[in-house]
């Protein structure tokens, strides 16, 4: 490929599992009062972020990605918007093996104590449920998503607090996990950590 053609696609060498991408990213954050305009307003573009949630392999790389978002959003609510919508976009696309790269990203800026942290729970879980539920056909991936969902609901009191307001949305989850899983007598070997169903109801849960 000749230069002409590297320049018509700027990603002809893009691998995101070059780990230099994330010391990039770490750099970034901790200097990033410093990044010029357009650097910033680059990060911001669709397309720029759709390959940067692609980086981490890691939690640190998930973790200095979500962190470099997080400052990016500080007054600018669209960034964090088009961030978690791009990692919830990921993982419908992602093989549910492929998921958790992403879902560590989501996590890590669901729980991030910020000014902002309430408004970023609602809009993140109001488009993870919807994913969930429209993707509820396939058993393993779902069997992850709602997992990951009592997992942070148990430690964040914002997503606890979102669950009690939408109980009527999350009401699939319950019979999903009635007609997928409880139903079965398999429940205590796919759960074994999440104690939120035992012997208990989706919506007697999101009630506390």
């Known amino acids: 490929m000749d230069v002409e053609e590297a320049k018509e696609d700027p990603y002809v060498h893009w691998d995101p599992t070059n780990t230099t991408y994330t010391h990039l990213i770490k750099a970034m954050t901790e200097y990033g009062d410093v990044l010029d305009p ?13 390959k940067i949630v692609d980086i ?6 998930s973790k200095a990605v ?5 400052r990016l959003a500080v007054g ?18 992602k093989d ?25 729970v609602k809009y993140g879980m109001t488009l993870y449920n919807r994913m969930m539920k429209a993707n509820s056909g396939f058993y393993k991936a779902t069997l992850m998503g ?12 914002y997503i606890k607090k979102w669950a009690g307001d939408n109980k009527k949305e999350l009401k699939w989850i319950e019979t999903w996990l009635r007609d997928n899983i409880i139903s ?4 205590n070997t796919v759960f074994p950590k999440t ?10 849960y999101a009630a506390q």
Request: with cysteine; hydrophobic share 40%.
């Open 195 to 204: 104690k939120m169903f035992k012997g208990a109801q989706m919506s007697d």
């Open 66 to 70: 979500s962190t470099l978002y997080l």
């Open 96 to 120: 549910y093996d492929d998921h958790k790269p992403y879902l560590r990203q989501f996590r890590f800026i669901l729980d991030a104590e910020v000014t902002s942290q309430d408004q970023y």
């Open 38 to 50: 357009a650097c910033t307003e680059l990060l911001q573009d669709k397309e720029i972020v759709s």
């Open 184 to 187: 079965g007598g398999v429940y």
């Open 76 to 93: 600018n609510p669209a960034v964090m918007q088009t961030y978690i919508g791009t990692i919830l976009e990921a993982l419908d696309k």
């Open 56 to 61: 981490p392999v890691n939690k640190v790389g």
């Open 146 to 157: 709602i997992d990951y969902f009592m997992r942070m609901a148990a430690k964040n009191k």
